[in-house]
């Protein structure tokens, strides 16, 4: 995984720099992919780009993402799903492919708190508090 902090400050200003600062980002090894109109990527590097917690129960086949207060959980083929302990349906089950745990993006971002703009057709910028991230995506499907 390959990340850089675009900036330190908030706000519109900040998004307008980010949208500015094209070239710079972070991409997700492996990388995403869309699956029933919906992006899904690797748990555990997606968590440590936003700087979350990660935690995986083998057995259970239980993911917990936390971050500043608030948390996400899922499970492994199953659209349930629990973020900051009200029960929700995932658009997509996350799911094992080639080894690695995938989850709905979206989903983990937003529940964690994070705000996702998309920036053209192969981005996403990621902002929180003061740190705003652009992660390349692939393109979506038509």
Request: charged share 20%; proline share 8%; aromatic share 6%.
């Amino acid at each position: 995984m390959r990340t850089r902090q675009l900036l330190s400050v908030g706000g519109a200003a900040a998004l307008a720099l980010v949208l500015a600062t094209a070239a710079y980002g972070a991409t997700l090894e492996p990388p995403p992919v869309w699956t029933d109109g919906n992006l899904i990527g690797p748990a555990r590097p997606a968590a440590e780009l936003v700087k979350a917690t990660f935690a995986y129960d083998a057995d259970a086949r239980k993911l917990k993402f936390t971050r500043e207060g608030k948390s996400v959980e899922m499970t492994v083929g199953s659209k349930s799903a629990k973020i900051n302990g009200q029960a929700v349906t995932l658009p997509v089950a996350p799911q094992v492919l080639n080894g690695t745990t995938y989850v709905p993006l979206k989903s983990m971002f937003i529940g964690l708190g994070l705000e996702i703009k998309p920036n053209g057709t192969t981005a996403w910028i990621l902002c929180t508090g003061k740190l705003c991230i652009r992660l390349e995506v692939p393109p979506k499907p038509e």
